[in-house]
């Protein structure tokens, strides 16, 4: 709180993202914890719709656009359309669940258990979300879960997406559940121009080809995913500060 209250020497306006499943408690205990350090105005956007404005979606227009944000612990799926979401679903997977998955799947095929940051070493290097690819390998080094010793055990990709089957198709799900939920018009939008994968396990290796076989959509990584949702919340200030009588292009909370 200090380091806020530092930050905050000059009084300014803040947006904030917040996951879709925040309850309304904690979307107000956050923003009266800002408002506490220091900040003169607090403004919430669904992180969803601010990684669509910042992966340069048409978001204020009439066409439909579907953005899939994987973050650390969460993933958003959003249908995104004049100014707001039209329909959403959301998982509790992402790039943590990711380097979990590799750790069990390693220790149950293989006897090793592998730290976290080796698994995230691994799911960066030959991670991928699909077996159809040419495989490629590394070696790692865990504990063997038998004796103690250090223990050196080459991964093929194909061991990762054995690892990522099931957390992928939480994924998979939530963006059949948004498509089966949103207006055909909107869907029909999404055919004609893809899906958008933001966030840092959007740059999960053929994590678009998945998508593509599972739903027959096309799908791409955004420019700089990682960034998206900050990118976004920086534009969406600029929505507050030229509305007009109180009315602005996207869907803002405070």
């Not at 009084?11 to 408690?25: F, K, Q, W």
């Not at 095929?109 to 077996?131: D, M, P, R």
């Not at 054995?162 to 939008?189: F, G, H, I, M, Y």
Request: charged share 20%.
């Amino acid at each position: 709180m200090a380091g806020l209250r530092a930050l905050f020497r000059r009084r300014v306006d803040l947006t904030l993202c917040v996951p879709s499943g925040a309850t309304p408690v904690e979307r107000r205990a956050l923003r009266e914890a800002v408002l506490a350090a220091g900040a003169s105005r607090v403004a919430l956007i669904e992180e969803s719709l601010a990684a669509a404005l910042g992966a340069g979606l048409p978001v204020t227009g009439a066409v439909g656009s579907l953005v899939v944000d994987l973050g650390g612990g969460t993933t958003e799926v959003a249908m995104v359309a004049l100014g707001g979401i039209v329909c959403r679903d959301g998982v509790r997977i992402g790039g943590d669940q990711f380097d979990a998955a590799i750790v069990n799947h390693v220790r149950g095929v293989y006897g090793v258990q592998l730290g976290e940051q080796t698994a995230e070493h691994v799911k960066k290097t030959i991670g991928s979300a699909s077996h159809a690819v040419p495989r490629e390998s590394m070696r790692a080094i865990g504990r063997s879960v038998v004796d103690g010793l250090p223990r050196t055990i080459e991964l093929s990709n194909h061991d990762v997406a054995d690892a990522l089957a099931a957390p992928l198709n939480q994924v998979v799900s939530a963006v059949k559940r948004v498509l089966e939920n949103a207006p055909p018009e909107l869907v029909t939008d999404v055919a004609n121009r893809g899906i958008v994968l933001t966030g840092g396990g959007a740059l999960l290796a053929h994590l678009g080809q998945r998508l593509h076989r599972e739903t027959g959509l096309a799908a791409r990584v955004a420019d700089d995913p990682l960034t998206c949702a900050v990118r976004g919340a920086g534009a969406a200030m600029e929505t507050i500060r030229s509305a007009a009588a109180g009315v602005a292009a996207i869907a803002l909370e405070g």
